[in-house]
């Protein structure tokens, strides 16, 4: 028989053992995953699945989630036009998940108003791939470990210094304060600007309008349009096209939020003037003549590290505000605590100097004081979604592939299954006795998970440490007084958002001494 008589036969048999190969390695996988049923959840409508109930949850979404736990157990499985939502009210299930199975759940969601405003850039919402781990790479070398952060430590001290003399001449900005605080912290090193002193810095005003942009813009559900595709075709001016007004200075203040500083480097560099910087060696990196997309990938990872929120979208200069505000609301309300940790401050650091870096390892209770904060008030209840790249099998259930995976952070620190008497406010929890151990500290969840987990969480720690320290050393935060001098009680509320905020509250700022005031002015005195 001639050779090319015996293809059709060869091709037969190999399409035939090719069939059985995949039947032996996916067919059991298959009719396994035929078999398994969804997770736990609420019965949805057809075609629109959850919906009603998503759209109900829209106000305090943690504390919606950690009462349908109650109800369908640690998993909560919904669906909306299409979306499949699993959330996660489990600390190990989280971990086994998104860390131990952390390849499968690396993605980020793809929602339609962020690409439009091509937020997706930022490192915090694009997927898995490699021009996100180069990134992180990148911010890891600048940030991301204890040796980074060292040539920080001195900026560190002195700008939390200057937010101790911006706290006594006008205490009720507090909350405009802390942004300015992170501003001169960080924009010397990622830009080599250095923000005005006086008035509003334009730098500064971008991140604050980019970052509340952000807010809206990553919120799941905010926007009809990102579960409602048909929305995309309608014109802004009828009914279900009103969004597309709403995103213009949305993506007009994201796009200054990277553009503006990432510009003012360029021409520094132009000029042969630009300060070392985390941009502008990286520019000097890519030669005379970069690339677009060299540059367009540096100006995101610059915003993700300054106005974004990195990786796990909870950067320093995004968290650290909300972090702040939490802490003067706890200092009001729990001012026992506040004693002891300046008590300890007294008896470590003395009364002739302020805290420094280096006296953290002596101060235990101040610690737990801000693990404990960090604890009872998250400042990001839901940690940012995370995508399953394929079908997975969990405790006997079918996770579909493309499956929105949202760990409800909020529920978990207030799990008595994880800490004791979880709704008390108690910094002792975290400090070991001779008769209890230490609980777990929040750290190893506030801050993301497996390969989304923040890589600037070092950063955010380290600033939060030292200012908190500072204000315990100079000030007693107190409740302010009505016209009859009685002490008027914050509302305890908390914005909804990717990152919540205790609403808007007053304080006041008492100097604990003449000469507490004395050393936060003289700090600054010399710089």
Known sequence: MPLFDTWPIILDVALVFLAVALLLRLGPKYLASRSLILPPGPKGLPWVGNLRMLHQAQQRKWEVYAQWSKRWGRLTYLTSLGWRILIVNSKETAIELLERRGAIYCDRPSLYVVRLVELHNMIGLNDYDHGLRTSRQM??????????????????????????????????????????????????????????????????????????????????????????????????????????HLIRPYKTALDEMGAVPFGFVKEQVLEGKAEPSFVSRNLECFGPRPTFEQEHHLKWTAAGVWAGKTDKLMSAAYQTPAVMSNFFLVMMLYPEAQAKAQAEIDRVVGHERLPMMEDRPNLPYVEALIKELLRFYPPVPLAFPHIS???????????????????????????????????????????????????????????????????????????????????????????????????????????????????????????????????????????
């Open 139 to 244: 911010v890891a070398q600048f940030i991301g470990s204890t040796a980074a952060l060292k040539p920080l430590h001195s900026a560190f001290e002195s700008e939390s210094s200057r937010f101790l003399v911006m706290l006594l001449e006008s205490p009720d900005d507090f909350a405009d304060h802390v942004r300015t605080l992170l501003g001169r912290t960080i924009l010397p090193f990622l830009y080599g600007y250095h923000p005005k002193m006086e008035g509003e810095d334009p730098v500064i005003r971008c991140a604050k309008r980019g970052m509340e942009a952000f807010d809206h813009v990553t919120d799941f559900g905010l926007f009809p349009v990102d579960v409602v595709p048909l929305l995309r075709y309608i014109p802004h001016w009828l009914p279900g096209g009103r969004w597309k």
């Open 389 to 527: 790249r394929q079908d997975d099998i969990y405790d006997g259930y079918l996770i579909p592939k493309s499956t929105m995976v949202i760990v409800n952070v909020w529920d978990i620190m207030r799990n008595s299954q994880y800490y004791s008497d979880p709704f008390t406010f108690n910094p002792e929890r975290f400090i070991a006795t001779s008769d209890r151990e230490a609980e777990q500290d929040p750290a190893k969840f506030v801050f993301g998970f497996g390969r989304r987990i923040c890589p600037g969480r070092r950063f955010a720690d380290a600033i939060a440490f030292i200012c908190i320290a500072k204000v315990l050393s100079v000030f007693n935060t107190a409740k302010p007084l009505d016209a009859n001098g009685n002490p008027i009680e914050p509302a305890v509320d908390h914005e909804d958002g990717t990152v919540s905020h205790p609403r808007p509250f007053k304080c006041c700022f008492k100097p604990r001494s003449e000469r507490a005031a004395v050393l936060a002015s003289d700090s600054i005195a010399h710089d």
